[in-house]
């Protein structure tokens, strides 16, 4: 076999001596330096049992499948790693790998975090599925092997082949930038790709599944003899998902709608219970609820009679071509409260206004950045008078309505059949006029017992308790922070789980903003709760927040770590995540005489290890 491949490689240089004619010589010198050797390997195989079924190499009469049945080539090793922050990779790539494993191909799935860099070199065949995290960040399960790859110590790849999806939203600045650098740096190691970038929104189903086209059909060119061995295609895979996804959310009827705050807060805390009896959903503690919402009815009325429509007319709907009133768009299918620069370029050429053209003049990328913070649609058609623009050219430009996720505040064990989510009211003033949250005003103004919400359950691997019982946990959560944390709490006690737990809390007011505290009070009476220190920023005339009671406790705290505790922070990234990891490195520093690199070490070991999982937005 390996005389036939040498022959191959050699064939351009023997055209005199060689059997075929100059047409098939042709064709050869074209596919031969393009096949990997598992390809070689799989048509020497191919074309000797051929020989072997005494039928001559140059006829077609002998099936594939017969020859596939003698024959049964290796299959193709892919890898696929995939960083995500919510769960949306994580659920693609186990979607990829049923995929490729239906064509016949080898699959190794793992998390970033899980995956040793130093074996990348013997990688040949790699897929990356990487979402982008707060302002052009790497998801927290990508950070070791994203600073590996960046970093002098990655090696030359000039055998990998590789694709990247990635995952992102279009309303922030550095959209898909996680995927991007993977891609770019690849490049840089001499990798080849196998098929260009696919860059995803909010909306990423048809995206994705391109992609998916894509790469299955580059890689399973070498391995179609292990799919007909095997008997398997991809429409034999059994999908384990429930019938109820994101793409098909269950219309689950609300049972309670309740406010978590005090009469005179300054907050407004929804605390909503909904009935999945009979939708067969699973969620365990740490997961996420998707909630698809409505757009403010104010709202929608107000872009209408800004671009002089009528709430009646008929128009798309959906990619199905599902058609609607243009009332009900606006309501329940197209999202209307986030301007995004791909909107503005496509608005710009269809309507050829002078004025979005400016916006979007090179050079200028600061004054569209500030325009587009914190304005909506309707801002936009009357900063730039779009008046008169068909209702159906216009919407089709917009994007999907997206669920808002939100993290799940009960246990399924603690609850059968439901699921809690804890909801803060978004309510602010900006640019002259009064904004609402989507989802969390819809739930808080619109919704109450015995309506109808579309939802799903977003699973969320990188945020789950420790699968040791008797593991100790570190819980912060302030605010909403702490919805997962009451979910925690509930599971161990139904497990009776005897591990040590303690939670930092914090919010405004104790009176009137200490969410759940009669739970919590039991859990500490029962010991199901260990410890609980609170922080009530607006009751001293100095603020106090979760990371200054760390800090009051650095020592207790720092003593817990050592035990192999497991440390879980949900909430605000961009200021309390970061002041929280702050003050986790400082007591690592002070309590274990670390040097600030050894800390940041130890802190990043802990993440490999699963045992420093945040849940931030």
């Not at 997206?402 to 640019?431: N, Q």
């Not at 609402?436 to 977003?458: E, F, M, N, T, W």
Request: glycine share 6%; hydrophobic share 35%.
């Amino acid at each position: 076999m390996n005389e036939l491949i040498v022959g191959w490689i050699s064939l351009e240089l023997q055209v005199t001596n060689s059997p075929f004619n100059q047409e098939q010589i042709e064709l050869l010198n074209r596919l031969l330096p393009s096949l990997a050797d598992s390809q070689r390997i799989w048509l020497s195989g191919y074309l000797t049992a051929l020989q072997g079924a005494k039928s001559p190499v140059t006829s077609s009469a002998t099936p594939l499948a017969d020859v596939a049945a003698t024959v049964q080539a290796a299959p193709k090793e892919v890898t696929v790693l995939f960083g995500s922050q919510t769960g949306n990779c994580n659920r693609l790539a186990k979607k990829l790998t049923k995929e490729l494993e239906a064509k016949g191909l080898k699959v190794s799935l793992s998390a970033m975090g899980d995956f040793k860099p130093n074996s990348l070199k013997t990688v040949q065949n790699l897929l990356i599925l990487v979402s982008t995290h707060g302002e052009g960040d790497a998801p927290d399960n990508a950070i070791t092997f994203y600073e590996f790859l960046h970093s002098k110590r990655a090696p030359k790849l000039d055998t990998l082949n590789f694709s990247v999806l990635a995952l992102g939203d279009t309303s922030y600045e550095f959209y898909c930038q996680t995927g991007k650098d993977f891609d770019k740096r690849l490049e840089e190691l001499g990798a080849k790709r196998i098929s260009p970038r696919i860059d995803c929104d909010v909306d990423y189903d048809d995206s994705a599944a391109e992609w998916f086209k894509q790469v299955i059909g580059s890689l399973s060119v070498a391995s179609v003899a292990a799919t007909v061995v095997s008997g398997v295609n991809a429409t034999d895979v059994n999908e384990t998902e429930s019938e109820y996804s994101r793409t098909n959310p269950f219309q689950a009827e609300v049972l309670e709608n309740l406010s978590l705050n005090g009469r005179g807060s300054d907050r407004e805390t929804r605390h909503i219970e909904i009935s999945l009896e009979g939708s067969n959903l699973q969620y365990e503690p740490g997961d996420s609820l998707g909630i698809y919402p409505e757009n403010h009815p104010r709202l929608v009325e107000e872009i209408i009679d800004a671009m002089g429509w009528s709430t009646t007319e008929l128009v798309t709907l959906n990619k199905n071509g599902d058609k609607g009133s243009l009332q009900e768009a606006l309501l329940r299918y197209y999202e209307i409260t986030v301007l995004t620069k791909p909107l503005i370029e496509q608005l710009a050429k269809l309507t050829a206004n002078a004025g979005l053209n400016e916006l979007l003049v090179a050079g200028r990328e600061q004054e569209l950045r500030s325009y587009i913070n914190g304005r909506d649609l309707l801002d936009l058609v009357q900063d730039y008078a779009l008046k008169g623009v068909p209702a159906n050219d216009f919407v089709s430009l917009l994007r999907k309505l997206p669920a808002r996720l939100y993290s799940i505040s009960s246990s399924s064990k603690a609850f059968p059949d439901e699921v809690h989510a804890t909801v803060r009211s978004v309510r602010y003033e900006a640019h002259g006029r009064n904004r609402y949250g989507v989802c969390s005003v819809h739930l808080a103004d619109r919704v109450v017992a015995g309506d109808k919400l579309p939802v799903y359950i977003q699973q969320n691997m990188n945020f789950k308790l420790p699968e040791n019982p008797e593991t100790p946990i570190i819980m912060i959560g302030p605010g909403t922070g702490v919805a997962p944390f009451r979910a925690f709490m509930g599971e161990r006690e139904e497990t009776q789980a005897p591990g040590k737990s303690w939670l930092f809390y914090g919010d405004q007011h104790f009176i009137t903003d200490f969410l759940y505290q009669i739970e919590w009070q039991r859990w500490l009476g029962d010991g199901v709760l260990t410890k609980m220190d609170v922080a009530f920023s607006r009751d001293t005339d100095k603020k106090v927040y979760v990371q200054h009671r760390m800090q009051e406790n650095s020592r207790e705290l720092y003593e817990w770590l050592q035990e192999g505790a497991h440390v879980y922070v949900c909430g605000d990234e961009k200021k309390m995540a970061h002041d929280v990891q702050t003050t986790l490195l400082a007591i690592l520093e002070q309590e274990g005489g670390l040097s600030p690199e050894a800390a940041a070490e130890y802190l990043s070991v802990m993440q490999q290890q699963k045992r420093y999982q945040r849940d931030v937005y």
